[in-house]
């Protein structure tokens, strides 16, 4: 039973198709009381409404074909770690290199789909056993070169970006200033030789920095 003093998990939906993203919506009105949605549309859509609310947990349904940018796909970026619904093996690997936390197929059933958002929302990472070998698997492009070294700082911000945490979360949980927090990331990231959170996240855990 839900602990009625507990804080609700505040997930935002993205999915480019709306039958998708009503069926998912229903499931998870109809069966998740600790689950709070509090963004729902495609991805430009949950990115403008969000208010800078910034959510425990993202549910992305990649769709039947996945678009791609630059010959990669691209994950929601916003701040919380991401379970993504696949049609296939190999959409897993795209959504899995662009940095998704889970990977479950699309028609999972709504019992496994909301334990797997309550696991990775606390920080795990969830996979269909039918998936899981791809967690293990380098990616094409991989770099095994160390990168820059990343100072003590540096490395406790590297394991909080691994958490999904926020600018404003790591801010909180290192007693600095936001603007400090942002300082380190952008750091980071320069020092990982990538451009965004997700990728530092997916490039640290292939070499050994961080465990998902």
């Known amino acids: 039973m839900l602990d009625s003093d507990a804080s609700p998990i505040r997930l935002a939906l993205v999915a480019e198709d709306p039958l998708a993203r009503g069926a998912l919506s229903r499931a998870l009105s109809e069966q998740a009381g600790d ?16 208010a800078g609310d910034t959510p425990d947990v993202v549910l992305w349904d990649v769709g039947l074909h996945p678009a791609e940018v630059g010959g990669r796909m691209e994950a929601p970026e916003l701040g919380a770690p991401v379970l993504a ?25 709504p019992a496994p789909l909301l334990a797997a958002l ?6 795990l990472s969830v996979f269909d056993p039918a998936l899981s070998a791809l967690r293990a698997t380098p990616r094409a492009g991989a770099s095994a070169s160390a990168p820059e070294g990343l100072t003590p700082r540096e490395r406790e911000v590297l394991a909080l970006l691994a958490e999904g945490l926020s600018n404003k979360a790591i801010a909180e949980r290192l007693d600095i200033s936001e603007h400090t927090a942002k300082f380190h990331v952008n750091a980071v990231l320069a020092k990982l030789g990538v451009q965004r959170r997700t990728e530092a996240v997916v490039r640290a855990a292939r070499m050994g920095l961080v465990t998902l």
């Open 35 to 50: 689950i709070a949605v509090i963004a729902s549309g495609t991805l430009a859509e949950v990115e403008s409404s969000r």
């Open 85 to 109: 619904l696949v049609p296939d093996e190999s959409a897993g690997e795209g959504a899995l290199s662009a940095g998704a936390r889970g990977l479950l197929f699309r028609d999972v059933a």
């Open 118 to 123: 309550r696991a990775v929302a606390r920080g």
